[in-house]
């Protein structure tokens, strides 16, 4: 008879004596793991560049409300929030920078700058 169990890995159950000393007695096994000589950690590379630039940003008050809402380092919660949606979605496209785009060719599109308002003077005020 085969008998299933559900575990839940939030509610773990706990060990008996029994299976914690046989536990303790069994080796471990290493003969699958390279050695890690002077030389590997000489050779390590850190591959992620973690110098933070500043910026300005604009939130919705209310989503800046949350994050405020749940104490200090809510700057570091939004960078790390946003390198999750960034990890899981496909490499942007390769392009040439932005700033140096726009200094050697100009725009197609008309500015998005709004000029003043223009008031209507009256035949009168002109005189």
């Known amino acids: 008879m085969l008998v299933r169990y559900r575990l839940d890995p939030n509610n773990p159950r706990r060990l008996t004596e029994a299976e914690k000393k046989r536990l303790d007695e069994m080796p471990i096994d290493y003969s699958d793991i390279p050695e890690l000589d ?41 960078n790390r929030i946003l390198r999750v949606v960034m990890e899981s979605q496909p490499p942007a496209p ?32 002109a005189k």
């Open 38 to 78: 002077d030389d590997f950690f000489r050779r390590a590379i850190m591959e992620q560049d973690l110098r933070k630039k500043q910026l300005t940003i604009r939130l919705d008050s209310d989503v800046l409300d949350w994050f405020k809402a749940h104490g200090r380092g809510y700057q570091t919660r939004i």
């Open 94 to 125: 390769t392009s040439k920078p932005r700033s140096a785009s726009l200094s050697k060719q100009p725009s197609a599109r008309p500015s998005k700058r709004r000029s003043a308002p223009r008031v209507k003077r009256s035949a009168r005020a």
